[in-house]
C-alpha cells in the first residue's frame, strides 16, 4: 500500500516546506483543493519541480469540461488529477482521454456518494486508474463518522481504491487489511508537531 500526504496548506512556499520534510516517507504528493484554489496550477509546477521522483496529485474535484480541466493540471505538472464521481459519465471519460494522451491517470472522487461501491464499479469501467473513497472534513466532524463503513464499502466495490478520511497512525492497519491501495493521510501529518516523524510511522506501520 502506497502512502499519500494530502497537503491542505494554502501557500506555495508552506506547501513547499512540508513536501520537503514528508517526501522520503511518502509516495503519492497530493495538493489539496483549496491549495489550488489560492495559488493556481502554478503551485503544481513548483512541486512537480522540487519533487520529480514523486507521483503529484492535483485534487480538482473537477465537475464539469473533464478532459478540458485535467489536460490543464497535467500541462502544469500532474501525475494524476481527481473528477468527483457525481460527474456525468462523459466528464470522466473525457478527463480520461485526457490522461491516456499523456501517460496520466484519473482518480474518481467518490465524496458526497452514497452508494459508493456501486458508483467505483460504474467509473472503474470508464478507465480511471484507482477509485478514492472519500468521507471530508465536514463529514469527519459530524457526530457518529465512522472510517470503517468507509473502509467496509472500499472493499466491497472489489476494484482499485485509496482512503481519505480520518487516516491516522491508529488506523492505518485497518486501512491496509481493507484492501486499499493507497492511504490519504491529511491532518495526522501537516497537523503534527513533526510532519517528518508523523510520515515516517505511517510509513513504517505497513507491512
Do not use: W
Not at 53 to 75: C, N, W
Not at 139 to 161: I, K, M, R, W
Amino acid at each position: 500500500m502506497k502512502i499519500q500526504v494530502a497537503i491542505d496548506l494554502l501557500s506555495t512556499a508552506e506547501a513547499l516546506e512540508l513536501a520537503g520534510k514528508v517526501a522520503p516517507y511518502v509516495d503519492i504528493i497530493e495538493l489539496g483543493t483549496p491549495l489550488i484554489k489560492a495559488e493556481g496550477l502554478s503551485v503544481i509546477t513548483a512541486i512537480k519541480q522540487a519533487h520529480p521522483d514523486k507521483t503529484v496529485f492535483a485534487d480538482m474535484k473537477t465537475m464539469d469540461a473533464g478532459e478540458l480541466e485535467a489536460d490543464i493540471a497535467f500541462a502544469a505538472g500532474a501525475d494524476l488529477v481527481s473528477i468527483l464521481g457525481a460527474a456525468d459519465n462523459s466528464t470522466i471519460a473525457g478527463a480520461v482521454k485526457a490522461a491516456t494522451e499523456r501517460g496520466k491517470g484519473i482518480v474518481v472522487d467518490l465524496i458526497g456518494i452514497a452508494d459508493k461501491p456501486a458508483r467505483a464499479r460504474e467509473v472503474a469501467a470508464l478507465g480511471v486508474q484507482f477509485v478514492e473513497f472519500h468521507a471530508g472534513l465536514d463529514e469527519q466532524a459530524q457526530p457518529g463518522y465512522d472510517l470503517d463503513v468507509l473502509l467496509s464499502a472500499g472493499t466491497a466495490s472489489q476494484v482499485p481504491f485509496s482512503v481519505a478520511g480520518g487516516v491516522s497512525i491508529s488506523t492505518i492497519a485497518n486501512v491496509q487489511k481493507s484492501g486499499a491501495q493507497v492511504a490519504v493521510a491529511g491532518g495526522a501529518i501537516y497537523s503534527a508537531d513533526d510532519p517528518a516523524q508523523a510520515a515516517k510511522e505511517l510509513q513504517a506501520a505497513l507491512v
